[in-house]
């Protein structure tokens, strides 16, 4: 008996080994992994900062038509496989584990209109009404990664605009314990067709279920019941979960192909590759990213019809009243809501969910917005304003009418009204105008607009705030209150008479680098290696910072940038009082997974720009440490 427990302590004892050295030879090659992979990326990454860079400078240039739009493919080509090599890197590295996400405080729905914008030329050129409403209950400002949550956004919209040739593309996002879909059945006039209760009028995948699908499927909704559990609720006030969903009239995707959605390089079938293109690895990755901000991803599709893809993401509220005020003021600089503040707008609309739309951005400057289903209502609407009854109240400032409701028609109406707002107002110190809204609009279309009375401006869709805002600025005769110049926003002002020193051992990088710098009238200097940088930085010097690249043979910017640290403070404890040497050197790499922040602040380094750097990063790089000036 003693004999056998002996032998079955053997064994376990020699399970446990050998069970310690696959975990060991599993975490070695999760390490190999992780050196393959930023090794792979950076080898792809430096010539293609090489090609994207040199592309940009030779965009600087003057060209022909033809030359441009060559330079413009091959620009946006290396753009495109930049971002799937970002995607790859995303997806290895939440898989290893080494995924960090921010949480700085941000307007989410400034964040929908940079998404809007970045797809509203193909959308136009498809004619697919594309728009975004935010529920007044989610707050201002959040906290948490706005990379991230615009990175999701994106991809799905992304995905919508490719999939879908005509209808809609609808973003929304609720409080998570408020939210609702309903879609409801509306008979047209004649009773003859049957239209839906949607953005565009098409029948949609999601019959109204999405959002309490999403509560079913999700264990937390269904273990802590948030809008019945009231002490659970209150001690998690900080935060703030969010339901976002993205929806279609697009194709949709067979039946046989739902198990595959979320599968990286999976796609519906060989002919979805073959006919939109892409690499099916979007999906896999925005799933993940949702699940790292607290939330979960599924989606309702009908082939023939649509998708409606939706997820929960959980945030903070910005309690720091400071930061609040200032995001409020970063944003007022991109519109300005209080030059609108107060005034009235008719919204003209026969698709409710769409004015619904409409009024959303004009709440957002201000404006209060009255919704009617027709023209002929706006007629009789106007009567009302313009009797002696309410000779009191103020007439609205302008009718916003949609482009199908001004065709629709009711051409009879529409010249009583615009006859209206030419004549019957003369007691009133500003008369209406008129502004039409279309998705897209032909030459003879706005020819006409013209003819009858509109205004020369058309407020194009998608909407988003600082172009509804800027459209109006320009129909109304609104002037900005004069604002004095920031010289902060300009890279010139920041860089110009600055003497840089570029560090990297790849020519062509050093050439894009110095090109770029040089632009915004910087003095560059160059130099192949770290023993060449530390020698020109040896003090005293008269250097304003150091772009470093990290991977270098002979000695890495790491231990280049330590040694130079190393300098400064023996420098400035021999020094007399007076000012401390410490010179901004800002991390240049291809490295995105090794070459993260934290280790680049930890061997001295001030910040980190990825390469290939846009005019963009280098801005938010170089803004920490040099005040702008005005520059003639």
Known sequence: MIYSAAIHIVRVEDDFHTMQKLKDRAEDADLAKSRFLATVSHEIRTPMNGILGMQQLLLDTDLSSTQRDYAQTAQACGEALITLINEVLDRAKMEAGKLELEAVPFDLRSILDDVLSLFSEKSMQKGVELAAFVSDKVPEIVVGDPGRFRQVITNLVGNSVKFTEKGHIFVQVHLAEEATSVMNLVKTENGEETEFNTLSGKQVADDGTSWETLKLLDDEF????????????????????????????GIGIPEDAKSRVFTPFMQADSSTSRNYGGTGIGLSISKLLVKLMGGFMDFITRQHIGSTFFFTVEFQRCEKTAVVLDVKKSLSEVFHPTVFKGMKAVVVDGKPVRASVTRYHLKRLGIQAEIVASVRNAVALFGKYGSFISIIEKLPDMFLIEKDSWLSGEEECFIQLSNNCRQNGHSYNKLPKLILLATNITSAESDKAKAVGFSDTVIMKPLRASMVAACLEQVLGVNRKSQPVKKSTSLHGLLCGKKILVVDDNAVNRRVAAGALKKFGADVHCVESGPDALKCLQIPHDFDACFMDIQM??????????????????????????DEWHMPILAMTADVIHATLDKCLKCGMDGYVSKPFKEKTLYQAVAKFFESKPVS
């Open 222 to 249: 269904r273990s802590n019941n948030i809008t019945t559990d009231h002490n659970n609720h209150q001690s998690n006030s900080n935060n703030v979960t969010l339901m976002v969903s993205v929806e279609d009239t």
């Open 553 to 578: 043979p002979e000695m890495d910017g790491f231990e280049a940038t330590h040694l130079i640290r190393e300098m400064e403070r023996k420098a400035n404890a021999h020094a007399n009082g007076g």
